[in-house]
T-cell receptor, first 109, second 110 residues
Framework: DVKVTQSSRYLVKRTGEKVFLECVQD?????MFWYRQDPGLGLRLIYF???????EKGDIPEGYSVSREKKERFSLILESASTNQTSMYLC????????FGDGTRLSIL | LAKTTQPISMDSYEGQEVNITCSHN???????ITWYQQFPSQGPRFIIQ???TKVTNEVASLFIPADRKSSTLSLPRVSLSDTAVYYC???????????FGKGTRLSVIA
């Protein structure tokens, strides 16, 4: 069974901090994705990656960056956290249907 | 990416069969149809995927008519634990980013 693991289920940070969200998958998938989910807005794509060291912007990349140094790990970085980045963050990997982690609920105070 | 339309919410009693229909009028030739289930505070979970006709697994069935402009997810004999949001998506097998709509909130009542 595919396992996508996100490093934290809950995280609280302060505005201006640099925040790292980590995601690891164990199925050797080429493709990895970061989404955020907000009430009434559904899931929105932030960044995705088709291979190591490759990245593509999604629909809402502003204020975020990503890193894919190894195939199994895809990191989302909030360069300078702001309160409007309080959200549920979901990572997924795929070769075929996407498989999601359980999410990180991030609060920026 | 093809846009989908599905009901906002549905209610059902335990033990009934539930059918959720999704419209995707501008589906492309190489697009697959994929359904996900999401519980509160969890990531979406893959349920089923199909291209045409009918697909069945241990959880659900997916019916796709010949024109592929719609699809129906069928959940047999639902239980309270099937209460969740169900998303219908179209795309080329999931390797490209998916566009999630609002989904259908299914409430199963005892």
């Amino acid at each position: 069974d595919v396992k996508v693991t996100q490093s934290s289920r809950y995280l609280v940070k302060r505005t201006g901090e640099k925040v790292f969200l980590e995601c690891v998958q164990d199925m050797d998938h080429e493709n990895m994705f970061w989404y955020r989910q907000d009430p009434g807005l559904g899931l929105r794509l932030i960044y995705f990656s088709y291979d190591v060291k490759m990245k593509e912007k999604g629909d809402i990349p502003e204020g975020y960056s990503v890193s894919r140094e190894k195939k199994e790990r895809f990191s989302l970085i909030l360069e300078s956290a702001s309160t409007n980045q309080t959200s549920m963050y979901l990572c997924a990997s795929s070769w075929g249907p996407q498989h999601f982690g359980d999410g990180t609920r991030l609060s920026i105070l | 990416l093809a846009k989908t339309t599905q009901p906002i919410s549905m209610d059902s009693y335990e033990g009934q069969e539930v059918n959720i229909t999704c419209s995707h009028n501008n589906i492309a030739t190489n697009d697959y149809i994929t359904w996900y289930q999401q519980f509160p505070s969890q990531g979406p979970r893959f349920i089923i995927q199909g291209y045409k006709t009918k697909v069945t697994n241990e959880v659900a069935s997916l019916f796709i008519p010949a024109d592929r402009k719609s699809s129906t997810l069928s959940l047999p004999r639902v239980s309270l634990s099937d209460t969740a949001v169900y998303y219908c998506l179209v795309g080329d097998s999931g390797n490209t980013p998916l566009v999630f709509g609002k989904g259908t909130r299914l409430s199963v009542i005892a």
